[in-house]
């Protein structure tokens, strides 16, 4: 049987509902930025009902869409009594797409840093935590359990700082403080991440994604190629956008005052990183924990950059025990 749809438009609000699926497709607004979420039901039959356990809060990473997380987590939260809310960023995926400001040059960027500049980007990290605020506005969420993976785990501590009182705690996964003195990935990495690929045909684009996903991968946990590279079709027919991931990265690298402002976190965190992340090394998950008051650590052996299947079910186990 087809999917079976109906939407209903409102004034700041597109609702779209899969009646087969049980899924809901919306857009939130924030001043004029629409953000695309979907929201994911609780499916534990004591807790399906209008007053879940608690809503869980998603937020990817650079260039990353809500497709990108693996499915086996938002089921095992939602069988867990947990309502699940996924969004794509702005400038990716089918949220507003920033092209109307043009590319950024990174090395200039960075140039200007070095030498004490204030930098023009086309939005902030923290522009974007009022995003994923937008998203818990539209869905009547005055509290939520927040998980931001990456550059999404940024997001999140700018949304902890930002609005302290909208989150009942903090998961920050592979990401970062952003403190100066830590170290970074090599130039190597960086180059392949962000290299264009020679030919604009979509296998081009699908080998250059899956040579950087194979450079990020976890050495001891990898994905099968074939299920890997279904993903990234999927991901690159929904939405490609090359200039929002160059846009997310300019705001990642002007955010250098967050650092200095973790202390005031208030939430209950739990800090996730790999052993063997080689974009954003350990020690920059270390220093996240050490700076928020009383957060929690799990450090997990021979994880990179990714979140495989085989090791959702480890952090599936903590998160669950974290959020009760």
Not at 65 to 89: C, H, K, Y
Not at 312 to 323: A, C, G, K, N, Q
Request: aromatic residues 6%; charged residues 20%; hydrophobic residues 50%.
């Amino acid at each position: 049987m087809g999917l079976i749809k109906s939407c209903v438009i409102f004034e700041d609000l597109v609702f779209l509902q899969s009646i087969e699926a049980n899924l809901l497709f919306m857009r939130a607004n924030n001043n004029a930025v629409w953000l695309e979420y979907e929201v994911h039901p609780a499916l534990n039959e004591v807790q399906q009902s209008v007053h879940p356990r608690a809503r869980v809060l998603l937020i990817m990473g650079l260039g990353l869409q809500l497709i990108s997380w693996p499915q086996s987590l938002i089921d095992g939260l939602t069988r867990a009594g947990f309502e699940v809310i996924t969004m794509d960023n702005r400038d990716v995926g089918l949220s507003t797409i920033f092209d109307h400001e043009g590319v950024p040059n990174l090395l200039w960027q960075a140039l200007q840093q070095k030498m004490g500049f204030k930098v023009q980007t086309a939005y902030s990290l923290e522009d974007m935590a009022g995003d994923a605020l937008a998203v818990l506005d539209a869905c009547g969420v005055e509290q939520a359990h927040v998980l931001g993976m990456s550059m999404g785990g940024m997001i999140a501590q700018r949304l902890a700082i930002l609005a302290p009182h909208r989150l009942l705690s903090l998961v920050s996964l592979m990401s970062s403080s952003g403190a100066k003195d830590l170290p970074g990935p090599d130039a190597a990495l960086l180059e392949r991440m962000f290299s264009a690929p020679q030919e604009q045909t979509l296998e081009a684009y699908v080998n250059q994604a899956m040579g950087v996903f194979d450079a990020l991968a976890s050495p001891g946990f990898r994905d099968d190629v074939k299920s890997m590279r279904l993903r990234v079709v999927n991901a690159i027919e929904r939405s490609y956008h090359p200039g929002g991931v160059l846009r997310q990265m300019s705001a990642v690298m002007a955010d250098s005052a967050r650092a200095h402002l973790l202390h005031t976190i208030k939430a209950p965190t739990l800090v996730i990183h790999g052993l063997a992340d080689p974009l954003v090394p350990i020690a920059c998950g270390i220093d996240t924990a050490k700076r928020i008051p009383g957060a929690q650590w799990m450090e997990i052996k021979d994880m990179a950059h990714d979140l495989p299947q085989c090791l959702v079910p480890m952090v599936l186990s903590r998160l669950i025990e974290f959020f009760q």
